[in-house]
Structures are given as structure tokens and as C-alpha cells.
């Protein structure tokens, strides 16, 4: 019914950036969140950010200043400006979105992953 399909992840430099995308596609009547997970090896998946249909965003202390979420509601996108990378950012980064189907029912979908390395 609904995929989420992220991209931009890759090997970056400590002190880099990237930016993470994530577009949702399928029987969508309304998104009223998005956001971002993380989940680096032996660890649990962790939140990292997100966003709501009011424009509220709020991030973990540990990305803080240095991440910021944003969301394009006419293509269904939400992206994730990551900025002065630390070793410890490295993780496989989930996208996250709550949904509102065709058929109203409302459910919360994960996308496949995209792996964020930073070492030098």
C-alpha cells in the first residue's frame, strides 16, 4: 500500500555531511509525521529526528545542532541534512513515516535503509 524508499546514504569523511532522502509513494491520503531512525551494529534502532504535519520538528540530543529535518509535502519527502559527522553517526538510517491510506486507516511504515558510514 505505501513504500518508503530512501537514498543519499554513503562514506563520509569525520567533519562531513550528507543529506538523506526519503519519498513516500502509494495509497496515500495524508502523512501527518515523517522522520528518521537509526540502528548501528550490536545496537538498537534509535530516533534521530522527526517531523509533523504542523511543521514541529524535534531531534535526539545526540544530532542536536548538527542534523536538521525537513519535509517537501507536495512530493511526499523528507530528508535529513546531516552535518559535521562523528564515527558514531555510522548506522543503517530508516525512514519513518505515519500514514493515512485511501481507505482511512492510519499506520506507520518503514522504509528498506541506507547505510551512513563516517570514517577516515
Known amino acids: 500500500q505505501v513504500q518508503l524508499v530512501e537514498s543519499g546514504g554513503g562514506l563520509v569523511q569525520p567533519g562531513g555531511s550528507l543529506r538523506l532522502s526519503c519519498v513516500a509513494s502509494?495509497?496515500?491520503?495524508?502523512?501527518?509525521?515523517m522522520g528518521w531512525y537509526r540502528q548501528a551494529p550490536g545496537k538498537e534502532r534509535e530516533w534521530v529526528a522527526s517531523?509533523?504535519?504542523?511543521?514541529?520538528?524535534n531531534y535526539a540530543d545526540s544530532v542536536k545542532g548538527r542534523f536538521t529535518i525537513s519535509r517537501d509535502y507536495a512530493k511526499n519527502t523528507v530528508y535529513l541534512q546531516m552535518n559535521s559527522l562523528k564515527p558514531e553517526d555510522t548506522a543503517v538510517y530508516y525512514c519513518?513515516?505515519?500514514?493515512?491510506?485511501?481507505?482511512?486507516?492510519?499506520?506507520?511504515?518503514w522504509g528498506q535503509g541506507t547505510q551512513v558510514t563516517v570514517s577516515s
Open positions: 502509494g495509497s496515500i491520503l495524508s502523512i501527518y509525521s
Open positions: 519513518n513515516a505515519g500514514v493515512t491510506t485511501l481507505n482511512w486507516r492510519s499506520n506507520t511504515y
Open positions: 517531523a509533523t504535519s504542523g511543521s514541529s520538528t
